[in-house]
């Protein structure tokens, strides 16, 4: 796994919680295990702690993304670094399944939120310093405000999906032809 990969730790957290829809699927010990899940992480023992402790650091990542994405590169580095410092990562080199060696993230020794933050962080770090802090975006599809890092070779990412890309040029079409249609 590329250390960039752990990115999707993050995008994933921050993507639990639907804030224009009004859904949260981060309120269980359930839901932190599904999260482990979609990300590949092999699960691990998932405390009733964890719930309130993984949703706060949803809300300090979702401001790093709201931050780079409306100009405040500085505040949304600031957020991470707090991050970063509260929640140290434990790099790992390994080379399972005949791949070359590689870095693994890990947080072997903390409980679940803390392994998962702390990955998370380093992964989206990362993806900051690489490709610069406005690659990190909110979908521009209302109500839809689900974050992305937007890797595209031209920097145009403005949706965090095809659906929302797709439902966002329909609502386009169908502005401009009513527009017409009120001129006519
Ligand atoms: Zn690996
Ligand atoms: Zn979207």
């Given at each position: 796994?590329?250390?960039?990969?752990?990115a999707?730790?993050?995008?994933?957290?921050?993507n639990t919680?639907?804030?224009g829809?009004?859904?949260?699927?981060?309120?269980?010990?359930?839901?932190?295990?599904?999260?482990?899940?979609?990300?590949?992480?092999?699960?691990?023992?998932?405390?009733?702690?964890?719930?309130?402790?993984?949703?706060?650091?949803?809300?300090?990542?979702?401001?790093?993304?709201?931050?780079?994405?409306?100009?405040?590169?500085?505040?949304?580095?600031?957020?991470?670094n707090?991050l970063?410092?509260e929640?140290?990562?434990?790099?790992r080199?390994?080379?399972?399944?005949g791949?070359?060696?590689h870095?693994?993230?890990?947080?072997?020794?903390?409980?679940?939120?803390?392994?998962?933050?702390?990955?998370?962080?380093?992964?989206?770090?990362?993806?900051?310093?690489?490709l610069?802090?406005?690659?990190?975006?909110?979908c521009d599809?209302?109500?839809?405000?689900?974050?992305?890092?937007?890797a595209?070779?031209?920097?145009s990412?403005?949706?965090?999906?095809d659906?929302?890309?797709?439902?966002a040029?329909?609502?386009?079409y169908?502005?401009?032809r009513?527009?017409?249609?009120?001129t006519?």
């Open positions: 796994m590329e250390l960039a990969a752990y999707d730790y993050a995008v994933r957290l921050v919680e639907a804030p829809r009004g859904t949260d699927d981060l309120r269980t010990t359930g839901d932190i295990a599904r999260l482990l899940d979609a990300v590949g992480r092999p699960p691990s023992r998932v405390a009733e702690s964890d719930v309130p402790r993984l949703r706060a650091v949803r809300t300090r990542l979702r401001a790093v993304f709201t931050d780079a994405a409306e100009g405040r590169p500085a505040d949304a580095v600031a957020t991470l707090g970063l410092a929640y140290p990562v434990h790099p080199i390994t080379g399972h399944d791949r070359p060696w870095i693994h993230l890990a947080g072997d020794q903390a409980g679940a939120a803390e392994s998962y933050a702390a990955v998370a962080g380093m992964g989206l770090a990362v993806q900051l310093t690489s610069g802090a406005d690659r990190l975006g909110v599809a209302a109500p839809c405000r689900n974050v992305f890092v937007d595209s070779a031209n920097r990412r403005r949706y965090c999906s659906r929302c890309s797709t439902r040029n329909v609502a386009q169908r502005a401009r009513k527009a017409r249609a009120t006519d």
